[in-house]
């Protein structure tokens, strides 16, 4: 089973707009990344962003986590074709021992030219 | 490059036969997770290791699966007796920490994973 579900599923936009998805997740967390998988290819770390954080930027990324709602979003400004991607949110358990590492269902994200 | 390296790239496999995916970390890092991403999925977890110690298996999904990192540092995932609900991408991935997957400055490294289709 899943931890976290992404929204929207798949998301369509021209290239230079900005690209919102959001993650929620189930149990408290210790941290939450974000990764980008290419199509037939593994996926790369973008950001992490720690429980006790609310907001994060790096580059034209910016993330955001509310631990009350048990959600966050991650934004992508002016976007290009090669974001073109899925997108995952990932989890983590809260510390007491090994942290299991989950991930969500994805953000298929289609940057047209 | 020094990453993490998967083999076979490919494999497939007739119903009934056992199969063998490697997993090279990179050098020095600590944990080592298997997921197993099905087509449109999110990779799922099957299991983690802490250096040679398996520390949880419990996405397995039967005991046809079989992981193992013996010295702690390639590991192998064993499929046995294969059937086609097993086909899917299988990736692995590693980190520098040994307190788990994420620590807060440790991200995973993912290999490209070994696409097994089971006809």
């Known amino acids: 089973s899943q931890q976290g579900e992404e929204d929207p599923q798949a998301l369509s936009i021209q290239e230079g707009e900005n690209a919102t998805m959001n993650c929620s997740y189930k149990?408290?967390?210790?941290?939450l990344q974000w990764y980008r998988q290419n199509s037939g290819r593994g996926l790369v770390h973008l950001i992490l962003?720690?429980?006790?954080?609310r907001e994060k930027h790096s580059g034209r990324l910016r993330v955001t986590l509310d631990t009350s709602k048990k959600s966050s979003s991650l934004l992508i400004t002016a976007s290009r074709a090669a974001d073109t991607a899925s997108y995952f949110c990932a989890t983590d358990l809260p510390p007491g021992g090994y942290q299991k590492v989950t991930f969500g269902t994805g953000t298929k994200l289609q940057v047209i030219p | 490059g020094a990453g993490v390296s998967q083999s076979p790239r490919y494999k497939v496999a007739k119903r009934g036969q056992d199969v063998a995916l490697r997993c090279d970390p990179i050098?020095?890092?600590?944990?080592l997770f298997w997921y197993q991403q099905a087509l449109g999925q999110g990779p799922e977890f099957l299991t983690y290791f802490q250096n040679e110690a398996q520390l949880d298996k419990s996405g397995l999904p039967s005991d046809r699966f079989f992981a193992e990192r013996p010295e702690g540092s390639v590991s192998t995932l064993k499929i046995q007796r294969t059937q086609q609900e097993d086909s899917a991408v299988y990736l692995c991935?590693?980190?520098?920490?040994?307190?788990?997957?994420?620590?807060?400055?440790?991200?995973?490294?993912f290999g490209n994973g070994t696409r097994l289709t089971v006809t």
């Open positions: 962003i720690r429980s006790n954080e």
């Open positions: 149990t408290s967390i210790n941290n």
């Open positions: 050098s020095g890092h600590v944990s």
């Open positions: 991935a590693s980190s520098l920490t040994g307190t788990g997957g994420i620590s807060y400055n440790s991200p995973l490294h």
